[in-house]
């Protein structure tokens, strides 16, 4: 009783220390609930001492912030408040009157900043008159709706010859045959379908160009056809003007005066028909003249990563040795670098003047030019269009490939209602970038390659997707406009549906014309003389007879798809075929990858690389050299919904 009352009073019972002779002894404590009473106690002191230890640097963190709060507003209000030291010039006030410096220091507040935005906004405008161009040609190709006005004003026409004056100097400085690397996007004929290059914009490009990784290689066939050719063709040649080495504007068959002129047969799709129409016929004829000027400077191909060909038409048939350094490749190197084609300059020579045309006319040959028509020699023979254009077989396309080092052949020149067909073992890819004006369906389909280093991939417009710059006449969009806004629209091919009766289309007025204040586009009569017979030293022969006549030539080999203009796909009840793209090897291009830049011309001996250029590939491939003849370049393949893409 008494030990258990000791224990719980008093605490010198916990370790009991004696000291003899300077030793110290623990007198040990052995009752088990005295030991957990003891180690209860020590707990909740220790949790004390840890909770006061935790106060007391509070207490310290606080005083330390209360401390910087309050020097801070000491020293701070100075510092915070914003003041602005102005120096102004002030006569004094003696009698002498001299001019003095004043320096005065005043509180800042919303007043500065809204003095010094009207200050900036007063100051002259620095953007250069090429930046100036640039932009309004890209205001009008985003929002064509809401620039009516424009696209039928001089002041379009002037910044059509001011495009074409800047941009000739580009194209004339770049090589017959352009050498550049992946990745790089490849399109098709175009036609002056302002509505599909719209939806490439959106999708491929909606960042703007300059912000998207890779190149851009169009191959050709910009006018005709279509109802906005100057729309098509202003923005493009913007687009090089502002990127020259990231923008390539290949020269297809319709860049040649013969055939953009041919007002008889395409009528009021033709460009110059749209050049008269929209600016009179004196200012039309310049504007025509003078985008046909910047044409014959276009480079007739181009090469990508040293390992894919890509052309309008094909390739052209070898005027030398093809064991010559070069070869093919050399000769449209040689092609003169002002060239008209259909027609000749008198200064083109005949051999090279041939190889233009095979590059922007030829053909792949179908099956039965394959067992007919083709020489088993060559691999040319002549193509269904007439006229002089040829066509090319299996053989030409390996020797080709072998000669030159290359992997695979990408062109335009036909309209598949698919956007891309292959053909040819696989090895040739026909891009056609354009959905409308061929006959090819309500579901027919705009396509383009990305070139990603050792893979490609097909992006393709659904027949599903809709955009906001092309409407029906029965669109609610336009039930506000007039008739006559509604006419004007269909001119300018932005509603669709009308045929040309119904369109109403009336004689030009120059009247009509439209003032602009802007100092850079008051060009005078004679600056735009001028700028139209700088090609002087350049003339034309027109009795001269061309490689090709256009106007012995049809629109496509009869038979394809292109020229099937009474075939409806959409009507016929046909399936649609799938592409096999197993055909397509890879091999190569990621043996070539790696490479570094480009020699001048010829690449080093490739023998020992398995590749599809000698046309041996395996028994279950569709695009073997056996199978393939049964292949029909227009082979179809179903994509959807608004964008598709196929991984090669």
Same mark, same amino acid.
């Given at each position: 009783?008494?030990?258990n009352t000791g224990i719980g009073i008093g605490s010198n019972f916990n370790r009991r220390r004696t000291r003899e002779?300077?030793?110290?002894?623990?007198?040990?404590?052995?009752?088990?609930?005295?030991?957990?009473?003891?180690?209860?106690?020590?707990?909740?002191? /220790? /949790?004390?001492?840890?909770?006061?230890?935790?106060?007391?640097?509070?207490? !310290?963190?606080?005083?330390?912030?209360?401390?910087?709060?309050?020097?801070?507003?000491?020293?701070?209000?100075?510092?915070?408040?914003?003041?602005?030291?102005?120096?102004?010039?002030?006569?004094?006030?003696?009698?002498?009157?001299?001019?003095?410096?004043?320096?005065?220091?005043?509180?800042?507040?919303?007043?500065?900043?809204?003095?010094?935005?009207?200050?900036?906004?007063?100051?002259? #405008?620095?953007?250069?008159?090429?930046?100036?161009?640039?932009?309004?040609?890209?205001?009008?190709?985003?929002?064509?709706?809401?620039?009516?006005?424009?696209?039928?004003?001089?002041?379009?026409?002037?910044?059509?010859?001011?495009?074409?004056?800047?941009?000739?100097?580009?194209?004339?400085?770049?090589?017959?045959?352009?050498?550049?690397?992946?990745?790089?996007?490849?399109?098709?004929?175009?036609?002056?379908?302002?509505?599909?290059?719209?939806?490439?914009?959106?999708?491929?490009?909606?960042?703007?160009?300059?912000?998207?990784?890779?190149?851009?290689?169009?191959?050709? #066939?910009?006018? #005709?056809?279509?109802?906005?050719?100057?729309?098509?063709?202003?923005?493009?040649?913007?687009?090089?003007?502002?990127?020259?080495?990231?923008?390539?504007?290949?020269?297809?068959?319709?860049?040649?005066?013969?055939?953009?002129?041919?007002? *008889?047969?395409?009528?009021?799709?033709?460009?110059?028909?749209?050049?008269?129409?929209?600016?009179?016929? *004196?200012?039309?004829?310049?504007?025509?003249?003078?985008?046909?000027?910047?044409?014959?400077?276009?480079?007739?191909?181009?090469?990508?990563?040293?390992?894919?060909?890509?052309?309008?038409?094909?390739?052209?048939?070898?005027?030398?040795?093809?064991?010559?350094?070069?070869?093919?490749?050399?000769?449209?190197?040689?092609?003169?670098?002002?060239?008209?084609?259909?027609?000749?300059? @008198?200064?083109?020579?005949?051999?090279?003047?041939?190889?233009?045309?095979?590059?922007?006319?030829?053909?792949?040959?179908?099956?039965?030019?394959?067992?007919?028509?083709?020489?088993?020699?060559?691999?040319?023979?002549?193509?269904?269009?007439?006229?002089?254009?040829?066509?090319?077989?299996?053989?030409?396309?390996?020797?080709?490939?072998?000669?030159?080092? =290359?992997?695979?052949?990408?062109?335009?020149?036909?309209?598949?209602?698919?956007?891309?067909?292959?053909?040819?073992?696989?090895?040739?890819?026909?891009?056609?970038?354009?959905?409308?004006?061929?006959?090819?369906?309500?579901?027919?389909?705009?396509?383009?390659?990305?070139?990603?280093?050792?893979?490609?991939?097909?992006?393709?417009?659904?027949?599903?997707?809709?955009?906001?710059?092309?409407?029906?006449?029965?669109?609610?969009?336009?039930?506000?406009?007039?008739?006559?806004?509604?006419? @004007?629209?269909?001119?300018?091919?932005?509603?669709?549906?009308?045929? /040309?009766?119904?369109?109403?289309?009336?004689?030009?007025?120059?009247?009509?014309?439209?003032?602009?204040?802007?100092?850079?586009?008051?060009?005078?009569?004679?600056?735009?003389?001028?700028?139209? #017979?700088?090609?002087?030293?350049?003339?034309?022969?027109?009795?001269?007879?061309?490689?090709?006549?256009?106007?012995?030539?049809?629109? !496509?080999?009869?038979? !394809?798809?292109?020229?099937?203009?009474? =075939?409806?796909?959409?009507?016929?009840?046909?399936?649609?075929?799938?592409?096999? =793209?197993?055909?397509?090897?890879?091999?190569?291009?990621?043996?070539?990858?790696?490479?570094?830049?480009?020699?001048?011309?010829?690449?080093?001996?490739?023998?020992?690389?398995?590749?599809?250029?000698?046309?041996?590939?395996?028994?279950?491939?569709?695009?073997?050299?056996?199978?393939?003849?049964?292949?029909?370049?227009?082979?179809?393949?179903?994509?959807?919904?608004?964008?598709?893409?196929?991984?090669?």
């Open positions: 009783m008494f030990q002779s300077r030793d110290s002894t623990i007198v040990a404590i052995t009752d088990k609930q005295t030991k957990s009473l003891l180690r209860e106690r020590d707990s909740k002191i /220790a /949790a004390l001492e840890k909770e006061v230890l935790g106060l007391q640097n509070k207490i !310290s963190t606080l005083d330390k912030e209360q401390a910087m709060i309050t020097g801070g507003q000491r020293r701070g209000k100075k510092g915070l408040t914003p003041y602005g030291n102005t120096v102004r010039v002030s006569t004094s006030k003696c009698s002498a009157k001299r001019r003095q410096m004043i320096s005065e220091k005043n509180r800042m507040g919303r007043n500065a900043s809204i003095s010094t935005q009207a200050v900036l906004n007063s100051l002259p #405008d620095e953007t250069s008159p090429k930046e100036a161009l640039i932009n309004r040609i890209q205001d009008m190709f985003r929002s064509p709706n809401e620039h009516v006005g424009y696209l039928k004003s001089e002041q379009f026409a002037k910044d059509l010859l001011k495009l074409n004056k800047k941009v000739k100097t580009i194209l004339e400085d770049e090589p017959r045959c352009v050498f550049l690397q992946s990745p790089a996007y490849v399109f098709g004929d175009i036609h002056g379908n302002l509505e599909d290059l719209h939806f490439f914009s959106d999708n491929v490009w909606n960042l703007g160009m300059a912000l998207t990784a890779g190149n851009f290689v169009f191959l050709g #066939d910009y006018v #005709d056809r279509g109802m906005s050719c100057l729309e098509v063709v202003a923005y493009l040649l913007a687009m090089k003007l502002m990127l020259p080495q990231k923008v390539f504007l290949l020269r297809g068959n319709h860049e040649t005066r013969d055939v953009n002129g041919w007002e *008889e047969h395409y009528g009021n799709r033709s460009f110059i028909y749209q050049c008269r129409e929209r600016f009179g016929d *004196e200012m039309g004829y310049k504007v025509w003249e003078m985008t046909n000027s910047t044409f014959d400077r276009m480079p007739l191909a181009a090469v990508i990563d040293q390992d894919i060909f890509c052309v309008h038409g094909g390739i052209p048939r070898p005027i030398s040795d093809s064991s010559v350094e070069g070869g093919r490749i050399k000769d449209i190197l040689n092609v003169s670098k002002v060239a008209g084609i259909n027609p000749p300059y @008198e200064h083109e020579v005949d051999e090279y003047q041939q190889v233009a045309s095979d590059c922007i006319w030829s053909d792949p040959a179908s099956e039965d030019q394959e067992n007919n028509n083709v020489d088993r020699r060559s691999g040319y023979g002549d193509s269904l269009r007439g006229g002089g254009a040829i066509c090319f077989g299996h053989k030409a396309v390996t020797n080709f490939l072998q000669q030159q080092g =290359f992997s695979y052949i990408m062109r335009a020149h036909e309209a598949h209602a698919e956007g891309v067909a292959v053909s040819k073992g696989a090895r040739v890819f026909t891009v056609f970038s354009t959905s409308k004006d061929h006959n090819q369906g309500n579901n027919a389909m705009a396509g383009c390659i990305l070139i990603d280093f050792d893979k490609m991939q097909v992006i393709n417009r659904s027949p599903a997707y809709r955009n906001q710059y092309v409407h029906r006449r029965d669109s609610v969009s336009l039930a506000m406009l007039s008739e006559a806004e509604i006419k @004007e629209r269909v001119q300018l091919g932005l509603v669709e549906g009308y045929t /040309a009766e119904e369109a109403g289309e009336e004689e030009f007025e120059e009247e009509e014309w439209e003032e602009f204040d802007e100092d850079d586009l008051n060009t005078s009569r004679e600056e735009m003389d001028s700028s139209v #017979d700088e090609d002087e030293e350049y003339v034309l022969d027109d009795r001269r007879k061309s490689s090709v006549d256009p106007n012995m030539t049809a629109a !496509s080999p009869p038979g !394809s798809t292109h020229g099937s203009h009474d =075939f409806d796909v959409e009507g016929s009840g046909m399936l649609a075929k799938k592409i096999d =793209f197993t055909g397509v090897d890879s091999t190569v291009r990621r043996k070539k990858r790696d490479k570094g830049g480009f020699s001048a011309i010829t690449e080093a001996d490739e023998e020992d690389e398995e590749s599809t250029v000698n046309g041996e590939e395996d028994d279950n491939n569709m695009f073997d050299e056996t199978e393939s003849e049964n292949y029909e370049p227009g082979a179809s393949t179903t994509m959807s919904p608004a964008l598709k893409k196929f991984s090669l």
